[in-house]
């Protein structure tokens, strides 16, 4: 709802944000005991890898926002929880559940309902595409991030990961709207630092199955604030196609358990 609201160019929202979340974090990282969690050179790749693939990730989600509807670009997004059922088999070596199976096939009925439902012409065909780009983003961070957990502190992956996203959006930014800036603190201090800070140290506990599934509770939420802010109301065939995603959360959560049945 932030981007939406602010009108500020998605590069320069998720620069400035990462640049305030750089200077926040290095004030606690170095200043802090935390400095001894600083890992050696070689191992810091994989924050920046992190920090690639956030890129792509987060100016996607962006820009689905701000040129889709609040439910369009968030239901797409999360496909994630979907593909990192399929992957993590093969790359996590979890179980394949049949209730992951059947989460998957309710899923893609329900994100062709969602599509068909929402508009989908020129006006929204690019952020609903954009929302797609963002989830399979998103299913490669918790990947990564479920794997570099294992051995890099969430402040670490965090802060290193930030600088590579400014890094990379440096050479883009070419004015800085310095009136903005109780933006770029808020979503410096949120978004890019609290919320992933707290991700990557949940991922170091759970699966990434049930990771990605407890985000699930974003889309419920944004869709929310989308109608009372924002005045977007899904249509029917819109939310039919959105409880099916979230039924197929639900299912892949519970097909994620110890004890669930193999397929």
């Known amino acids: 709802m932030v981007v939406r609201l602010s009108g500020i160019p998605v590069h320069i929202l998720i620069f400035c944000s990462c640049v305030v979340a750089v200077a926040l974090q290095g004030v606690i990282l170095f200043f802090t005991d935390h400095r001894k969690e600083i890992p050696r050179v070689p191992l810091l ?17 962006f820009y689905a926002f701000m040129h889709t509807t609040i439910a369009n670009a968030v239901l797409t997004h999360y496909t ?22 059947m989460a998957l096939a309710i899923a893609s009925g329900g994100l062709w309902l969602m599509l068909n439902g929402f508009s989908f012409g020129d006006d929204h065909a690019a952020g609903i595409l954009a929302g797609l780009v963002s989830g399979i983003a998103y299913a490669a961070i918790i990947i990564a991030a479920r794997i570099f957990t294992q051995g890099l502190s969430p402040l670490v992956l965090t802060f290193f990961s930030n600088i590579v996203i400014v890094l990379v959006l440096l050479p883009f930014v070419k004015d800085v709207p310095m009136n903005a800036y109780w933006i770029f603190v808020l979503m410096g201090v949120v978004y890019s630092t609290v919320a992933p800070v707290l991700y990557y140290r ?20 944004a869709i929310i604030f989308g109608m009372l802010f924002l005045h977007e109301v899904p249509g029917l065939i819109s939310i039919a ?9 639900y299912l892949t959560a519970k097909g994620s358990a110890p004890d669930a049945e193999t397929a």
Request: with cysteine; glycine share 12%.
């Open 202 to 221: 949940g991922l170091s506990q759970v699966s990434a199955n049930r990771a990605a599934i407890l985000g699930y509770l974003e889309p419920v939420s």
């Open 80 to 101: 994630a929880p979907l593909i990192v059922a399929c992957a993590a088999p093969l790359i996590l070596k979890e179980k394949v559940t049949k209730g992951i199976v």
């Open 45 to 61: 790749r994989y924050p920046a890898l992190l920090g690639v693939i956030g890129v792509l990730n987060t100016f996607s989600y």
């Open 241 to 249: 196609g959105g409880m099916l995603i979230l039924l197929s959360g």
